[in-house]
């Protein structure tokens, strides 16, 4: 559990402290005040990035040069983020410790209300959702994932910046080689690491859906690769020798992590022509509880769940499940309406936000 929480210069938080006695923790108050802002801290503590930022000077107070979150658990150690425009620094009990060391310590569950959107938006949210889960239970995943964005953006800005009039296409495919070859070292590693993920999950979820619903209704998530190629490190390689010419039209590289999907399979069809709109946030409730339970299979822990203001957007029902997915786990979530924890049946510390 996380007992302490110290804001400095963080968002709207000039300094502000919070100190936990419960595990169910709920942050109200009106819109705009800085309650989902608390939340944001806690994901950085866990993952180091927050789910919404566009930009490191965003988390900083205005007017500031840096910011700081610091939490203390009940084991009493001391974790610190501090944040820069260009850097961001980690420390375990005041000494320093690398990014892929930093994460699992404070393992954490995510559900915003953009997850909502999650069969229908962008397959970059649905990347980043799994991807942030990824990265708790694989600090390998995030380091070859790294690995493959870098080698991306200098392709890509290669790519972009070709001119044939300055030099043709044999000379240009040497520039590209090096990263080209990163990216074949790379891209099986990612495809592979997500199979594996999904092979995993997907019972979990099947479970945890039939709890839920109380019926058989199947659901399944693919890992959806846009484009034929053989995942291995000579596959990729004669695909980019075969493609040159399509990735020169393109201005850039058309195959890797970045343009791949995670598809949701219900009833044996796509979740969008399938499902209702109360069907959609069982399994939203679903993959959350199964998602649970691998963190606490590999991590040894239970997760602690941050729950951005989403019983607004669930029924009696599944409100109640999700207060039952919490037990064993502490619980910060933020609200609008007091109504929304006064029948909770274990004891709630209130922090009102102004």
């Known amino acids: 559990m996380i007992s302490k929480l110290f804001l ?28 989902t802002n608390i939340l944001e801290a806690l994901s950085l503590l866990s993952v180091g990035r927050s789910w919404r930022e566009t930009s490191p000077k965003d988390l900083i107070l205005y007017g500031q040069e840096s910011a700081k979150i610091t ?70 995943y995030r380091d070859v ?35 080209n070859d990163i990216l074949a070292e790379t891209i099986p590693q990612i495809i592979q690491s997500r199979k594996d993920f999904l092979s995993e999950l997907n019972p979990l979820l099947q479970q945890e859906l039939s709890s839920i619903a109380h019926d058989s209704d199947s659901i399944v998530i693919e890992l959806d690769i846009k484009e034929d190629f053989e995942s291995t490190l000579s596959g990729v390689q004669q695909f980019f020798e075969k493609n040159m010419e399509r990735e020169i039209a393109a201005r850039k590289c058309i195959i890797g992590a970045h343009r791949d ?62 207060e039952n997915l919490c037990d064993e786990s502490q619980i910060f979530f933020t609200t609008t309406h007091q109504s929304h924890f006064e029948n909770f049946s274990h004891p709630v510390q209130k922090f009102e936000i102004r």
């Open 145 to 179: 994932l790294s690995r493959f964005n870098r080698a991306t953006k200098q392709k890509n800005a290669l790519l972009k910046g070709y001119d044939s009039k300055l030099f043709n296409a044999t000379q240009l495919q040497q520039h590209l080689s090096p990263w």
């Open 8 to 35: 400095f210069d963080f968002r709207n938080y000039s300094k502000r402290h919070f100190e936990f006695l419960e595990k169910n923790v709920v942050f109200y108050g009106p819109n705009g005040r800085g309650k």
């Open 71 to 140: 939490s203390e658990t009940s084991r009493k150690d001391i974790y610190t983020v501090k944040i820069q425009p260009r850097s961001r620094i980690f420390e375990k009990n005041e000494k320093r410790i690398p990014l892929k060391k930093h994460f699992g310590q404070i393992a954490t569950l995510l559900f915003v209300p953009e997850y909502l959107n999650l069969f229908s938006g962008t397959k970059q949210n649905r990347q980043r959702f799994f991807d942030r889960f990824l990265f708790q239970i694989s600090p390998i």
């Open 261 to 322: 999907d995670f598809s949701f399979v219900f009833r044996d069809k796509p979740i969008l022509s399938s499902a209702s709109r109360g069907e959609e946030r069982s399994v939203l409730l679903a993959l959350l509880s199964a998602q649970k339970k691998m963190l606490k299979e590999k991590l040894q822990t239970n997760p602690i769940l941050l729950l951005d203001d989403v019983f607004s957007e669930l029924d009696q029902s599944r409100q109640d499940y999700l």
